[in-house]
């Protein structure tokens, strides 16, 4: 069987039962970026189309009558906290689209009202003390292939996770040809076209049968975005010992295993985890050296790692709600997490932090499109706190912090800053010695500090001087664009909200972690 045969099997013998297509509406001109999602499992038989048609139709129905009633009743109250809606995690919902009726947060009533919301959000908030790890069979049900293909052991005598792969293709045609990271990006196609060139000098043969070295990553920087990660992994890769996949986030894990691409577009097909693989060829490559001097296909150097660098990967399980069932109480009965650990359990992971509050107002000037300002940014974070208020009137915090709908419906990215829930949930599969988090505070003011705590936690050897100071005085990545910079800063009463909201999450998260300079009580502006 093919990479390109395989048809992925995440809940039994019938793929397409639970490919759930997002279904995107549209009204008054303005398109709910959003996977409205149905529960409704598609039927494969001749009535599939007909069913399908009618509840969309029913669906676009129910949600134009809920809207009307939504605004009959502003129109009459006169009551603004009736658009205040409460999310489900699995059926269509609503979207607050402010309209002609958007709050204007710098009136006495609008901030008291707002004030109110985050008071109810921290008197929900609840920490658990574990979750329910799943059962590795049960994670091998879900994706049969990957585990086929990635074995439970691998190469002695090397630092980085590698392993000899038996390849049954034809050595004179393309390997990359079906690689769907090759169709979506033209840098890829570039990286591929070198190793193309040079993929047959790469293969060991052995016993009549041919064998290419295929690797995973030694280390994961997992997190969070807009904390850093760009600049760590640019500073990481200018040290000789490390290397990593082509380009910076693949996010394999988290979206491309799936299928998605953006989430304006729906599912593609989804990436084998082959192609996800041959985005460390040429890490693997240098790993393994040329076999034309080295017949034993024994690696030339055995101290390579390579790293893996997704700002999603700690935080993004949006896609669960299309694929897995709903039986867990509106939370995933998979994380990411456990994937890694049941094919990789001796991984190591970098996370880096920054105040939440600071993080969201990066996040959104970065993100957003047009119209930026500080007022906008202001009615935004008002829209998604109300979103994840109303969600908790019905579900668990946790429930909400993986609601995919919630997510999907705010237009700021709320629930990326709420680190504690994340880090918790990664360490009941890793030990808190295979984690390494890092404030992006600690690293703007000191890099040589933090890199050497880098060094250290990957077990890499002495550096000379010239390449220590090249990978610690090198200017920094990825900073606020001039145009970003010229808006200025979020408004005083938009920080004052937002600092309450964090709060009980911050010092929850200082208290796992040991470390009192995780509740961002007295920070610069970075």
Not at 38 to 67: A, H, N, P, Q, W
Request: with cysteine.
């Amino acid at each position: 069987m093919t990479q390109m045969d395989y048809k992925y099997s995440l809940l039994g013998s019938t793929v397409d039962d639970y490919h759930k297509q997002p279904l995107l509406l549209q009204v008054d001109n303005t398109p709910m970026n959003l996977f409205a999602v149905l529960e409704v499992k598609r039927d494969l038989t001749k009535r599939s189309g007909t069913v399908r048609c009618k509840i969309r139709l029913y669906g676009l129905l129910f949600c134009l009558v809920v809207m009307f009633f939504i605004m009959a009743s502003y129109v009459l109250s006169g009551d603004k906290k009736g658009l205040l809606l409460t999310p489900s995690p699995y059926h269509l919902n609503s979207l607050i689209s402010p309209g002609p009726f958007a709050l204007n947060l710098t009136s006495v009533r609008d901030y008291t009202h707002i004030k109110l919301v985050v008071k109810s959000i921290k008197s929900k908030v609840e920490f658990r003390s574990s979750r329910q790890v799943p059962e590795f069979k049960a994670l091998m049900r879900s994706d049969p292939h990957m585990f086929s293909v990635i074995p439970r052991k691998f190469l002695p005598g090397i630092k980085n996770p590698c392993w000899y792969e038996e390849f049954t293709g034809n050595i004179t045609t393309d390997p990359y040809k079906t690689n769907l990271y090759g169709r979506y990006s033209r840098r890829f196609r570039t990286v591929f076209q070198h190793l193309r060139s040079t993929f047959r000098h790469h293969l060991l043969h052995r016993n009549r049968k041919i064998y290419r070295m295929r690797c995973l990553p030694y280390f994961y920087i997992i997190g969070q975005p807009k904390c850093g990660t760009t600049d760590l992994y640019d500073r990481l890769r200018l040290h000789p010992d490390v290397k990593f996949t082509t380009f910076k986030e693949p996010h394999w894990w988290t979206r491309k295993r799936f299928g998605i691409i953006r989430l304006s577009e729906g599912l593609h097909d989804r990436y084998p985890v082959e192609d996800y693989l041959d985005l460390f060829d040429q890490a693997a490559h240098q790993i393994q050296g040329e076999l034309s001097a080295n017949t034993s296909g024994s690696p030339n150097h055995p101290n390579i790692i390579i790293g893996e660098a997704s700002a999603s990967t700690m935080w993004d399980n949006n896609a669960w709600v299309y694929f897995y069932n709903n039986t867990t109480e509106g939370e995933p009965p998979f994380l990411i997490q456990d994937f890694i650990h049941a094919l990789q359990p001796e991984a190591r992971f970098i996370v880096m932090l920054r105040d939440p509050v600071e993080r969201l107002y990066s996040d959104y000037l970065y993100f957003g499109i047009a119209n930026k300002s500080a007022e906008d940014f202001h009615e935004k974070v008002s829209e998604s706190l109300q979103l994840f208020e109303g969600c908790l009137t019905e579900y668990t915090m946790r429930s909400c912090v993986y609601n995919t709908t919630v997510n999907n419906a705010m237009p700021v990215r709320l629930q990326v800053g709420l680190y504690i829930v994340y880090v918790t949930d990664w360490l009941t599969v890793f030990s808190r010695d295979q984690i390494l988090v890092l404030r992006l505070e600690d690293h703007a003011s000191n890099r040589k500090y933090t890199m050497h705590k880098v060094f250290d936690f990957l077990n890499l050897g002495p550096l000379t001087k010239e390449i220590e100071s090249q990978i610690t005085r090198s200017p920094a990545s990825n900073t606020r664009r001039p145009a970003d910079k010229n808006l200025g800063p979020m408004l005083p009463v938009t920080k004052e909200i937002l600092r309450d909201f964090y709060k009980p999450f911050n010092e929850k998260l200082a208290k796992v972690l040991r470390n009192d300079s995780f509740l961002w009580e007295n920070n610069s502006k970075l």
